[in-house]
């Protein structure tokens, strides 16, 4: 009988043991959780000044896009310009090499004028190579290699600009 009283107050207390341990653990799980929600007016302060250098750096981005996008559109305008020099000139030799195979005669007015205009492009050409003749039709090859090297001349100045307006981006 005795060994039966001991063994069930033996149970009470390890069950009140038990009961307390459960009691303090929740406690203490109850102040980790609110000293987790709270903060402190140094954390506040140091998110604050943290927002605050996040939304300065979001308007500085906006401003350097908006730049880089202006600058894009007046280097994409002057590429523009660039292209309609080079198509003149294109045609201007296209079309002085057409009437130089055509026979066309030195003392008309419009090839006089075709000359005139395209002789800037032409002269450093002039004579670069051997120009076969077959009668009055000349087939101008030293103006085919003109032709050539302002088309190359035009893709590398719209490559240069094209450097120009890509966004950079830093890593």
Do not use: C, W
């Not at 009283?5 to 609110?34: F, G, M, P, T, W």
């Not at 030293?142 to 490559?159: D, E």
């Amino acid at each position: 009988m005795m060994d039966e009283k001991l063994a069930i107050d033996e149970a009470e207390r390890i069950a009140r043991h038990e009961a307390i341990k459960n009691s303090v653990r929740a406690e203490v799980q109850e102040n980790i959780v609110n000293e987790a929600d709270a903060t402190t007016v140094g954390e506040q302060q140091q998110a604050s000044v943290v927002g605050k250098q996040m939304k300065q750096k979001a308007f500085q981005d906006v401003v350097s896009v908006e730049t880089e996008v202006e600058r894009a559109r007046v280097l994409a305008r002057v590429s523009q310009v660039i292209d309609y020099g080079f198509y003149v000139i294109y045609g201007l030799i296209s079309l002085e090499i057409f009437l130089e195979l055509l026979g066309a005669r030195d003392g008309n007015a419009f090839k006089q004028f075709v000359d005139a205009l395209s002789a800037p492009f032409l002269y450093p050409f002039k004579s670069l190579v051997i120009e076969p003749a077959f009668g009055r039709i000349q087939f101008k090859l030293s103006y085919i290699v003109a032709l050539i090297v302002y088309l190359l001349l035009h893709l590398a100045i719209n490559g240069l600009l094209r450097t120009f307006a890509h966004r950079k981006t830093a890593i």
